[in-house]
């Protein structure tokens, strides 16, 4: 096996997100891809895997050139990528989803593909149920079937993108062990997309280093991690473990909360926050970090107030329906009953959201800022009483695509004027460009910036007297410079007597930043109140269950 | 690259691209028009002869259209309120025949001074749309059912509704229940002296066109709105209040809807009719999109669809031709103008993308040899083999 790419280039606009990377890819060998963020590797890799196609530049599979225009077209030359976040169809079944992509037959041959899927899955060492729904699997095991699948369609190049972010240490390790044997025994190429420089360094036996769309290093595994940082950013990163800045003074108590998560309910949430204090949650994907912070943050939770419309409505289009259906067209009910239901049925889910919530938590739950209880308040709301809530989807879940910075400042601004003053929005902006060090202007719209540089406006828009800030996966997909940057911001926040409370797939994250941790484990809560003797194998162990 | 290829793209890349891709939507919805009055073995030049006499040839035909026109300006208004939103307010028909129900119960059974009278029917009827859209929109933020249903459920109540005062109370004595009496004098809306138009709809649907021009070009809540259309939940993430926009949107629209509705019964009926609203509500859902929710296009596109739909009648008694050919046509020119719409995108983002890789040389500069090794201590000209 042996895959060769010459001079490809890749141009959005002026950038140069690739230009002219050369390179052969031999078989039974693990290569990594480095770089920060904007390096160039993410456009390779999907040049690649068909996701894009490059603007000049030739890829050679085993001496025989190859044109590849689509996903379709990569998978067809044998090459196959892995998503961080994996391809599936979270309502379909394991095994619908391993059928997926095959090539089409007018009958899906289940119980052939069930045998092909469990005969893979026993060679490859995974316990994979074809008949589980892809919803109730875990990010770990979704990889699984996303990596038997691709091998199923004959991928001889597989491509992985950041794989170990949301997985346990175990299944970390049972996915290494798997590709290493993959390259080794059946000569494959596997190519692994990452920033950190430990499973980099665990796993592969070849780096490449790209800066600035350019192939700019390449050194064979081991070499000392400091070598590689240089050759990512060309200098040397300091890192500096904070120091604790917080007081004996709480200001978020949380008692007997139970929260519905998606693989269990977490029972029983007790939790005293103080001033400048930062918490990190580690836990499982699912194992209700996000939905714990949510609550928190009061999003997505039923109030009474929907519970009581819902009763209202409920029964009032149950009533005027009822009394307006008509004996004489049986086809003109069916289209009322419809209507009905689908009017009537996210009714009856709030009121079934809401009679849960109120199942989980009794008359003692409580949540108290600074001392007054924000109960079951909305976000809006609590944000006006310093909370804040900043999702890891920035795109999705905080920041508006097709929104210019400037716009969004004035979306920010608490005012009561009617119109907007943009010369102040504007001037705003240019401050937190400068102050945040955002790359970008004040009328770029902000999906053209780069994730580190969404964060950095996420951040910028906070209102400056927050008690608390909730973080989901604050350093998602930055590089080790960016997140450094987005910390130091962070961390300033407890100046003011901020608390950070954030969660984090990366176990190395929420031990260095973290003055306690809150391990979310099976449905419990552990409090870890010193994280500086703790280590990341024992906080793994922590995480499976292990007391 | 040629000199064409660059003469192309400069071409393409200024208002002509705009532009053109309408002007070849319109222009094939006509050619398809066309195909259709040839099969009805109806002469173009007589349609259009026959539009022009029936609309703007006399003072009184084109006051006909204009008394057409203003509902449907007015419910467009409405819309782009909660279209902007990213609310698809489906159920501006119920909000029109609410409105029409608020007039009408008024009209029909209070009896005021003219002033108060004309004030507290429009007064009902705005309350009357506005209350039935907020419904959707309380529907929408507090039951989590999509506006969309909860606006076609609506629609279904306040037309079973209105069928349901026909039929029973508000019944003319030995009537089919197909309306209800004529209103009194004292509660039709005056008129203009020389033309057939109300000078208040005329205010009232001025004001509203500025109203929402204002709002959605400059004010803090039309930029919510704008984030909201875009996306919900980062503009709650972002501080905006979502759900009173939500509601204050809707029932704006609801608003505007309810006022074309009492305009309906109060001055172009002077009764309440089984299916007041006419299908205007769908039209101007239409208009909007035809539009693409832009404030400044809106009265002219409204406008040319009062135009042609105030011909339907003549077209069927003098030609012969079913008055519903003149929805087909609307409908086939919505269907071309918004197919080229996309046309016009698709081109837009190619060229945008051909110009920037133009800028920056990605086709023609040379391709370096040997890739440029920095660090790497065992590097040898960008081969990994071992």
Known sequence: MRLEIHNISKSFGPLKANDHISFTFEGGRIYAILGENGAGKSTLMKILSGYQSASSGQIIIDSNPAQINSPHHAIAHGIGMLYQDPLDFAPLTVLENYIEGKPFTFLMRRREAEADLLARCKILGFNLNPHAMVESLTVGERQQLEIVRLLSLGVRILILDEPTTGISAEQKSQLFQTLKNLAREQNMIVILVSHKLADVEELCDEVLVLRRGKLVGYRSLPCETDILVEMMFGKRISTTTPQPLYTDKPILKIHKLSVPARLFTIQNINLEVREGEVIGLAGLDGSGQVEFMRTVAGLGRPTWADQLTAIVALVGMWWVFGKILDESSAVLNLARIAILILVLGPMLKTLYLYIRQRANNDQNTQIMLNGKNIGWRGYRDLLERGIAYLAAGRLEEGLVAGLTLVDHSALAERSSLPHVNWLRAWRRTKQAITDFSIKGRPFSQIQTLSGGNQQRVSLSLLPTNLRLILLENPTRGLDVESAGHIWSLLLNRRKQGTAIIFSSPDLDEIIDYSDRILVFSSGQTTLVENPEQMTTARLGELIGGKS | ?386
């Open chain 2, 1 to 386: 690259m040629t000199a064409f290829r660059k003469i192309l793209i400069q071409i393409s890349s200024n208002t002509v691209l705009g532009i053109l891709p309408l002007f070849v939507g319109i222009l094939v919805a006509l050619a398809a028009i066309l195909l259709i009055l040839n099969n009805e073995n109806v002469e173009p030049r007589a349609v259009y002869d026959l539009i022009y006499e029936r609309t703007l040839s006399l003072p009184e035909n084109r006051a006909n259209v204009v008394d057409f026109w203003l509902p449907i300006l007015l419910c467009c208004c409405g819309l782009l309120l909660t279209f902007t939103a990213g609310l698809w307010n489906i159920g501006i028909e119920g909000q029109i025949t609410m409105g029409a129900v608020g007039a009408t119960s008024i009209a029909l059974f209070v009896e005021l001074p003219r002033n108060e009278q004309i004030f507290t029917e429009l007064f009902m009827a705005g309350a009357a749309g506005g209350t039935w859209a907020l419904f959707t929109g309380i529907m929408r933020t507090r039951g989590g059912v999509n506006e969309i249903f909860g606006g076609v459920a609506m629609n279904f109540l306040a037309s079973s509704f209105s069928s349901y005062l026909l039929v029973a109370p508000w019944s003319p004595p030995n009537a089919t229940g197909s309306a209800t009496v004529r209103f009194p004098a004292n509660a039709i809306l005056p008129s203009m002296d020389d033309y057939r138009l109300s000078p208040i709809t005329i205010y009232i649907t001025l004001t509203a066109f500025i109203f929402v021009l204002l709002t959605l070009s400059g004010s803090r809540w039309g930029l919510q709105l704008r984030a909201m259309g875009k996306n919900e939940k980062s503009a709650q993430m972002l501080g905006v209040p979502t759900e009173r926009n939500i509601w204050l949107a809707m029932l704006i629209c609801g608003i505007m809807a309810g006022l074309a509705g009492g305009h309906l019964v109060l001055f172009r009926r002077a009764n309440l009719p089984a299916n007041v609203s006419g299908g205007i509500g769908f039209l101007s859902l239409l208009v909007v999109l035809l539009a693409s929710i832009r404030v400044r296009w809106v009265p002219f596109v409204s406008f040319a669809f009062a135009l042609l739909y105030s011909a339907g009648l003549p077209l069927r008694t003098r030609l012969q031709l079913d008055a519903s050919l003149i929805g087909i046509f609307l409908g086939i020119l919505v269907f071309c103008v918004l197919i080229f719409d996309g046309v016009r995108q698709r081109l837009k983002e190619r060229v945008e993308q051909r110009k920037l890789l133009a800028a920056s040389g990605g086709e023609k500069s040379p391709p370096p040899p040997t890739v440029e090794i920095q660090i790497g201590q065992e590097a040898s000209s960008g081969s990994g083999s071992n």
